[in-house]
């Protein structure tokens, strides 16, 4: 018998005369926040992430000033807000190897939905958020965020995300506990996460 | 190159050489006291506007319904992740996944694979399995790469270097980074910090050039053919991401039938394992993305003796464990011996029990010991996000022990039970025995219990039996 078939047929033995259709109890809701966007921008900055919220005519201008003068960034296709200077990847068929992003010091995404009791951002790599490899190299993460993307908690999330896209949910900037459990901002990831967050 | 836990001892010995180790129990106290506080702070904080009981019920459903219907959503999960582009290996046990995983890597003709920290990785010993083929298999984990780069081997689930201080991990680092890689600057320091940032620099030229990466998954979602990997670095997104080849070697527990069942796991497993009320970065992916991270994509579902868990009624539900490590860090046997005692990457109470489950009790001394490192107090039950009550099984499993060793010369405990039936069936039998009390002691001192006594003490023999003094004070009367 092939590994498939003696591993299923094992399973099978195991579980012989134990019912499959276990009802499973519905997730608890948290009760309602009285105010939403707010509490994402609290549990984001928790992490020691910079959150700045700023009205929809002014996001251009805050995203330049995000940047530091002189820093090389990376765009993805589709972004919202037009940088100039910044290099857009893709453009022109020509697509960034490892290195190539590694010689950028920021990128500027958008994102698909900001939960706020976990102050998480979940990016789907759509337009305006670019391949995962984009918002992963550079050191300095500025992601724009609007207000009617925030959802309360993980489970208002889900059913807005399509699971045949890759998915990368960020919680503050990258980190470690592994020494002491000592926290340390920075590690492998973006070591600045600097989030818009955009009022209509 | 890493150690292996081949050959160690039984915990009573293990776990006896590692009481006598002041720096690992002063590291511990101070890693788990810490971990403790913050999940605390944060079950406290979900009752405060939701409710962590209904959330640990929500949890351990869905792995539950899970488990009761492996086959079917195991062939559910096949069958969407090769729709997804995805290549399906099954491995009955170590050896095969190992081969499978090193024939893939040397068909790219790589010497050399990125990893992220994955437990079901180090059960099956891959990197010492690819060493022999001649790849490297790099952990990029901070803590994996400060257990690598040491020679050592990891002592906790979520912190496997929880043992080493900073000064130890700077020594480490100085004197071993520069052997396979870009070495640590000399002005390295002992601040945490520091410490990242040099890993940061020394990691960074392997994700870049790597062309085959190695992971687990925390879950794999069986109606939609989606792996899923929580995460803090960074240094699994770079490892997901960047490579062109993908491997994924999956426990066939991790399974999670639907989606939607992420829900209460993704919110139990960062409030459990760091105290976070989410981990910093979680990837999810569906098989392969076109234009989009690694264009080639290996799953291998792995039994390894997760089936014969499975086939234990009372030991089913361990499987639904999904590596929070919530119990070491209650635990008091734990927190005392630190992980290395338990002889398995899996250590702790569930080690205590994840171990016989996988392996069979009765394989091998050190394996049958296990169930016996626990007090029984059910701090790791009160914990655990999936409601795994390890004090039962723990209890079930020594059962097992004893009937796996039946026959055979009998052990001290048992016969001393042996004569406490007959005693005890019998009120005259009782009387008469209890005569004895003071000699038994005294015998049971010297002979044997020497085992129970070497750590505890005998209580002392009362001065008259019980029916002594009721015959002598008319039931206290006199």
């Known amino acids: ?200 | 190159m890493t150690g292996t836990f081949v050959g160690m001892p039984a915990f009573p010995k293990a776990a006896h050489e590692a009481l006598g180790n002041a720096q690992l129990r002063h590291n511990l106290a101070h890693a788990t006291g810490t971990i403790r506080a913050k999940r605390q702070r944060l079950v406290d904080e979900v009752n405060e506007n939701s409710d962590w009981e209904e959330l640990r019920l929500a949890g351990a459903g869905v792995k539950e319904a899970a488990l009761r219907d492996l086959g079917t959503q195991l062939e559910l999960l096949e069958s969407t992740l090769t729709a997804n582009g995805a290549t399906v290996h099954w491995a009955r046990d170590a050896a095969e996944a190992n081969a499978i995983v090193a024939s893939i890597a040397k068909g790219h003709g790589v010497d050399e694979v990125v990893k992220v920290k994955s437990m079901v990785t180090q059960e099956i010993g891959l990197n010492e399995a690819l060493e022999a083929e001649g790849i490297a298999a790099w952990e990029t984990d901070l803590a994996e790469l400060i257990v690598q780069l040491g020679h050592d081997l990891p002592s906790h689930i979520l912190v496997p270097a929880i043992h080493r201080n900073r000064s130890e991990i700077r020594e480490i680092f100085l004197t071993e980074m520069g052997a396979v890689g870009r070495p640590a600057p000399d002005d390295l320091t002992d601040e945490p910090a520091v410490l990242a940032a040099a890993a940061r620099a020394h990691l960074r030229e392997k994700f870049l050039r790597a062309k085959v990466g190695v992971s687990g998954a925390n879950f794999a979602v069986a109606d939609t053919g989606t792996l899923v990997v929580v995460e803090s670095e960074g240094n699994g997104r770079m490892c997901l991401t960047l490579p062109e080849v993908l491997i994924s070697v999956v426990g066939i527990e991790k399974v999670v039938p639907t989606w939607d069942g992420l829900d209460p796991l993704l919110r139990l497993l960062p409030r459990s394992s760091t105290g976070e009320r989410m981990n910093p970065y979680t990837s999810t992916w569906s098989g392969v993305t076109p234009g989009d991270g690694p264009q080639e994509v290996h799953v291998v579902l792995l039994d390894n003796g997760r089936t014969n868990a499975l086939a234990d009624e009372v030991g089913r539900q361990a499987l639904r464990c999904i590596r929070c490590s919530a119990c070491l860090n209650v635990c008091p046997v734990y927190e005392r011996t630190g992980g290395h005692a338990y002889g398995s990457v899996y250590p702790g109470p569930i080690g205590a029990i994840l171990n016989p489950l996988l392996k069979g009790p009765g394989s091998d001394e050190q394996v049958d010991s296990l169930p016996y490192a626990s007090s029984l107090c059910g701090a790791c039950f009160e914990v655990c996000p999936v409601l795994i009550d390890i004090p039962s099984v723990l209890v079930d499993l020594r059962a097992q022990v004893v009937d796996a060793h039946r026959g055979g010369v009998p052990k001290v405990e048992a016969l001393a039970f042996k004569g406490a039936a007959v005693a005890l069936s019998d009120s005259r039998k009782l009387a008469f025995g209890e005569r004895f009390t003071k000699i038994g002691l005294r015998l049971a001192r010297r002979v044997g219990a020497s085992k129970w006594t070497s750590a505890r003490d005998l209580p002392p023999a009362p001065r008259e039996s019980f029916r002594t003094w009721w015959k002598r004070t008319d039931g206290g009367r006199r």
């Not at chain 1, 992490?47 to 005519?57: G, L, M, Q």
């Not at chain 1, 589709?78 to 893709?90: F, T, W």
């Not at chain 1, 010689?103 to 305006?128: F, K, Q, S």
């Open chain 1, 1 to 200: 018998m092939n590994a498939r078939d003696e591993i299923l047929s094992r399973v099978r033995r195991a579980l012989d005369g134990v019912e499959p259709g276990y009802a499973v109890p519905p997730a608890p809701r948290i009760a309602p926040l009285a105010d939403v966007v707010g509490h994402f921008a609290e549990r984001v900055a928790d992490y020691k992430a910079i959150v700045e919220r700023c009205p929809a005519d002014e996001l251009a201008a805050r995203v330049a000033a995000a940047l530091p003068e002189g820093a090389r960034v990376v765009v993805p296709a589709g972004l919202s807000v037009d940088l100039p200077g910044a290099d857009e990847d893709g453009a022109g068929g020509r697509v960034f190897d490892a290195y190539e992003l590694d010689a950028y010091d920021a990128v500027v995404t958008e994102a698909r939905v900001g939960i706020a009791e976990t102050g998480t951002i979940v990016l789907d790599h759509g337009p305006g958020q670019g391949r995962r490899a984009i918002s992963l190299v550079p050191d300095l993460h500025v992601c724009i965020v609007r207000a009617d993307q925030v959802v309360p908690d993980v489970p208002d999330a889900m059913p807005l995300l399509d699971p045949a896209r890759p998915h990368t949910w960020i919680s503050g900037p990258s980190a470690t506990s592994d020494i002491e459990l000592d926290r340390v901002e920075g590690v492998h990831g973006p070591r600045t996460l600097h989030v818009l967050l955009v009022d209509p």
